[in-house]
């Protein structure tokens, strides 16, 4: 059996210092990560839910991907949301960014969406 190079409960902190240097992009007053923004994507949800819903459930992150204890995610969504907060008011600051921290306990997700100020 080959041995993985990858030990997914070894806390990944390279992983999360991506997470905190991650970019955005702005369309059609909706924010999104650039990593993960398709136009073809968010147009064909447009048809089907509101903008709030669309960016919901494309800007989420579970930190448990992350291989941390639950304590370890509470404290890196912390760090994570102050530090996109700094990057939404210094390049999107006709917006207004909401954050939610889904906190089950075990796991902890971070999501964010925009709306026009």
């Given at each position: 059996?080959?041995?993985?190079?990858?030990?997914?409960?070894?806390?990944?902190?390279?992983g999360f210092e991506k997470l905190l240097s991650e970019s955005f992009t702005e369309y059609k007053g909706m924010l999104?990560?650039?990593s993960l923004f398709k136009t073809e994507e968010v147009?064909?949800?447009l048809h089907t839910v509101s903008s709030m819903q669309v960016q919901?459930?494309?800007?989420h992150e579970p930190l448990i991907l992350l291989g941390v204890d639950v304590d370890a995610q509470r404290k890196w969504a912390e760090e994570l949301e102050k530090a996109w907060q700094r990057k939404f008011e210094a390049e999107f600051p006709h917006l207004t960014?909401?954050?939610n921290r889904d906190d089950t306990g075990k796991e902890?997700?971070?999501t964010f969406w925009a709306v026009r100020k």
């Open positions: 059996m080959v041995a993985s190079k990858f030990d997914f409960w070894k806390p990944d902190r390279k999104f990560r650039k147009d064909r949800r919901r459930e494309l800007n960014v909401t954050f902890i997700i971070v």
